[in-house]
């Protein structure tokens, strides 16, 4: 079945250094990839969304391409703020249009 | 945008009890989902529909019924809670022609004592 592996747990990071969340990916079918952010207390909400093999698809500073050769959808910043700690999660949509999450990767920012 | 509800946003119950959990959305989506979220786990996949009267096992399916009533409304059913059901539940609903993007609800707080 169709599977999503993530930069599992915490990663910490100083504020102003550069963020990068790995995501590799599983699939037989579509491959749709997107990158959900939570924020403490609230429900994921999409950050960003692809499907275009080597095309860079940008969204609120975050950045990332989908490398269909490589099976992977990495998620960048090239400065991490204070705001942008919270929990991030890789999905792929699949076969019968069912979602399938990675198990999430925390980012802690810190001055 | 989306809009997506949840009732009750808290729950306690006691072992063996019965519960449901409520979703609604108003955006005429086709599909509609119910996740759980565990540290360590992340989101999973408990069942999923299709459109009124349909129902799609997930991934972590076991101690869990649903039911979709009509477009707008998807229900979760723990007929016998455990405590091992204590969880943060999200619904979730979207359309095929978004990719099936995910928009979701507020999400309940379980807690089988």
């Known amino acids: 079945g169709d599977s999503v592996t993530q930069t599992e747990g915490l990663v910490t990071l100083t504020e102003g250094l550069p963020v990068m969340l790995n995501c590799t990916y599983q699939t037989a079918y579509s491959t749709f990839l997107f990158w959900y952010v939570q924020h403490l207390n609230e429900a994921p909400k999409l950050l960003l969304k692809?499907?275009?093999?080597?095309k860079r698809t940008e969204h609120q500073g975050f950045h990332a391409t989908l490398h269909k050769s490589s099976s992977s959808f990495h998620l960048q910043k090239s400065s991490a703020q204070l705001s942008d700690s919270a929990l991030y999660y890789c999905?792929?949509?699949?076969?019968?249009?069912?979602?399938?999450f990675g198990k999430g990767t925390s980012l802690v920012v810190h001055p | 945008e989306a809009a997506v509800t949840q009732s009750p946003r808290n729950k306690v119950t006691v072992t063996g009890g019965n519960v449901t959990l409520s979703c609604r959305q108003t955006n005429s989506h086709n599909y509609m989902y119910w996740y759980r979220q565990d540290t360590g786990h992340g989101l999973r996949l408990i069942h999923y529909s299709y459109g009124a009267g349909n129902l799609q096992i997930g991934d972590v399916p076991d101690g869990y019924k649903a039911t979709r009533t009509t477009q707008e409304d998807f229900f979760l059913l723990l007929e016998l809670a455990s405590p091992s059901q204590t969880s943060l539940y999200f619904c979730a609903s979207s359309d095929f022609r978004d990719w099936v993007e995910q928009y979701f609800g507020p999400g309940t707080r379980l807690t089988v004592l």
């Open positions: 692809s499907s275009t093999d080597n």
């Open positions: 999905a792929l949509t699949g076969g019968n249009y069912k979602p399938t």
